[in-house]
């Protein structure tokens, strides 16, 4: 797979492939404290996984922070935002940036979710860091929206992926179960 990156040079990505209505594999990243967050699977809630290349960006900071805002509007969704920084340097940029509402995990270890998802950046200058990406998993465990971005350098689209999670999340019978 490729996407369009920095001006309309073309990287490619590696990994396993993951699409709307496949089980999202479940992995292990590591939190700014050191602790371990757990992405993916079924979790009976869903979840909200925002995948950028660094937090020391400005775009990667601008959506953060936007994801920060609207996670403070959603009930039963956890939003984690997933990177290869290191989780000392999420911490100090969660603390500069007054980011409370999410979860940030780092992937810098083995690069788990970068390979299980297929956003790793396999080569350009940005070669082993995670493409811009955003993935919807429902209460199931499967993927209900996924958005990996053209140009790496452009924030996502926020209305989709925010259509996404109010539909993932809305607990109202939608009538074919019985």
Request: hydrophobic letters at 40%; aromatic letters at 6%; proline letters at 3%.
């Amino acid at each position: 797979m490729a996407i369009t990156h920095l001006k309309g040079g073309v990287v490619n990505l590696s990994g396993n492939e993951v699409n709307v209505g496949d089980l999202a594999p479940i992995v292990t990243v590591v939190a700014k404290d050191l602790s371990e967050i757990q992405v993916g699977g079924e979790q009976g809630k869903a979840q909200v996984v925002v995948v950028v290349p660094s937090l020391d960006t400005a775009v990667c900071a601008s959506e953060t922070r936007r994801f920060n805002t609207e996670a403070a509007k959603i009930e039963n969704a956890s939003v984690t935002v997933v990177s290869m920084d290191l989780p000392f340097a999420m911490g100090r940029f969660c603390t500069t940036e007054g980011i409370e509402n999410l979860e940030v995990g780092s992937d810098f270890r083995n690069k788990d979710f970068a390979n299980a998802y297929g956003v790793l950046i396999a080569d350009g200058p940005l070669a082993g860091v995670t493409c811009r990406a955003i993935f919807v998993i429902d209460a199931s465990g499967k993927v209900a929206y996924k958005d990996i971005c053209n140009e790496i350098t452009e924030e996502p689209n926020y209305d989709g992926a925010l259509a996404a999670i109010n539909s993932a999340t809305d607990t109202s019978c939608c009538g074919t179960c019985q």
